[in-house]
């Protein structure tokens, strides 16, 4: 893909005029304050372009990608010209106030994008592993190339002058990002390296044990339902790139959202999640409850009865049930109105089948992002029920913190927003790859068959490397 020169003289100029436009009003008075901030973005149509190979060619240390379950929305984003980070979690209600004061003073479609860790936990003992998204943190890209229906892509720069800042040195910094872009690579995403060793925690005698102890705890309803995770480190020969890796998950990532989002050279979060942890569009919101796993047959008659078996199975149903009696219980503490509820039904991916309902709500004037976000996580599949409680069991059995797996991520708009649960995921830090899979534990849970779902799983999140190195005994 080529973005010609008339093309990007054109954008240079109208982010010139953009600019000292955003000066002047950056000192102008809004309700007797000082507006501190300023943004708001220019956008030119491009030739079409593959976003992952796009971005695998560029050279800055900030890159995220995101698209849809259904491919509708894809964009990718490089540089930094905005992030709001929370130190610990009890600053996270005031990052999200003070991005809702940015988005109020911007254009409807501009975007922040970012995630936040599993639990507050993890905030204290993330550690280096997970570099800056050891924190809940939420990015404007400097750049974005987005594609849309028709095989359209938009360059857009995203635009932030500061109350004193010179607008000029603004729109060299701008300039110099974009000139900085490769838009000139056609070259495919790079190949993947070989993967050499694996180590599981917990390896299997671990799992048998921690699962047996969790197995006992529900019996007597301390909680309900846990849901345990599992982290395999593979290690490859190089480094690994993380758009390569993110392709190769790809093909097989029908009906999931995608993401990576690297925030420094070498570290970087991917993943391909089916699980939607709500989608707010103003006042309405849209939720999902998954949980029951199983594969997908090789034959449509086969896969069709794989699918009746789990949804006759009285132990996938009830731990399904968890996650739709979560659901319902936190929309009533938001003071939502349900307003519709479908039937239980299958959500089919590639390789699994799992069961799914879906819920709208009205969400009150009152409540934000954050207090969504508060009351829906975590959800009984990938937390447990209760959820305090099944919390606490993860903190005090898990041996690993978990980051962003399994956490909120998505972006937020003025009007709305939309969070993916980040499950099927892997942080990349160098030349290693830690993938990271859980299951549900209820009552007839049993530590064989659960290793079995995890490893399933570990399989699609890896691109296939789970069955390539045998997992230490």
């Not at 639990?119 to 594609?147: A, M, T």
């Not at 995403?189 to 993967?195: A, E, G, I, K, R």
Request: with cysteine; proline share 4%; net charge negative.
């Amino acid at each position: 893909m080529t973005v010609n020169c008339s093309l990007l003289e054109n954008t240079k100029s109208r982010i010139a005029d953009e600019i000292t436009r955003l000066d002047r009003s950056a000192a102008t008075a809004i309700g007797g304050e000082v507006a501190e901030t300023k943004v708001a973005r220019v956008t030119v149509e491009i030739d079409h372009i593959d976003l992952l190979q796009w971005l695998a060619a560029q050279r800055s240390s900030t890159k995220i990608y995101w698209a849809d379950r259904h491919q509708e929305f894809e964009v990718a984003g490089v540089g930094v010209a905005d992030s709001i980070v929370a130190e610990s979690a009890n600053d996270l209600g005031t990052a999200f106030a003070d991005l809702n004061l940015r988005l109020h003073r911007s254009a409807d479609d501009l975007r922040y994008f970012g995630g936040m860790p599993f639990s507050p936990i993890d905030l204290n003992r993330s550690g280096s592993l997970w570099g800056k998204l050891g924190k809940p943190i939420f990015i404007l890209p400097e750049i974005e190339v987005s594609n849309g229906p028709g095989k359209r892509s938009f360059l857009t720069c995203n635009l932030v002058v500061r109350d004193g800042e010179s607008a000029s040195n603004r729109l060299k910094r701008t300039l110099h990002c974009i000139e900085s872009c490769d838009f000139d690579s056609n070259c495919p995403l790079p190949d993947m390296p070989q993967v050499i060793a694996r180590d599981d925690v917990p390896d299997r005698a671990g799992w048998d044990s921690l699962i047996n102890s969790c197995i006992g705890r529900v019996d007597r309803g301390e909680p309900e339902k846990i849901v345990m995770a599992r982290r395999s480190r593979f290690k490859f020969d190089r480094d690994i790139n993380p758009f390569a890796a993110l392709g190769r998950i790809q093909r097989s990532a029908n009906h999931c959202y995608q993401y990576c989002f690297q925030l420094e050279d070498n570290i970087a979060f991917v993943g391909a999640s089916p699980e939607r942890l709500f989608k707010r569009s103003h006042d309405q919101i849209h939720v999902e409850a998954i949980a029951g796993t199983r594969d997908r047959g090789e034959t449509p008659s086969a896969d069709a009865e794989i699918g009746a078996e789990l949804m006759a199975s009285e132990k996938d149903l009830r731990e399904h049930q968890y996650v739709v009696r979560h659901l319902k219980e936190a929309l009533s503490e938001l003071g939502c109105t349900i307003k519709s509820e479908g039937k239980v039904c299958l959500l089919k991916l590639a390789s699994l089948q799992h069961l799914c309902v879906k819920m709208t709500a009205s969400l009150p004037a009152d409540k934000t992002d954050a207090d969504i976000i508060a009351a829906l996580h975590p959800t009984s599949a990938v937390g447990g029920f209760p959820a305090q409680q099944a919390l606490e069991c993860i903190q005090a059995l898990e041996s690993f913190d978990r980051g962003w797996y399994a956490a909120p991520l998505g972006w937020i708009q003025r009007n709305s927003a939309e969070f993916a649960v980040g499950i099927r995921s892997s942080l990349i830090h160098d030349h290693e790859m830690y993938a990271f899979a859980g299951a549900g534990i209820v009552r007839g849970s049993r530590a064989e068959k659960e290793w079995c779902e995890v490893e399933k799983k570990l399989t699609a999140i890896s691109g296939g490397y789970a069955n390539s190195v045998t997992p230490r005994s």
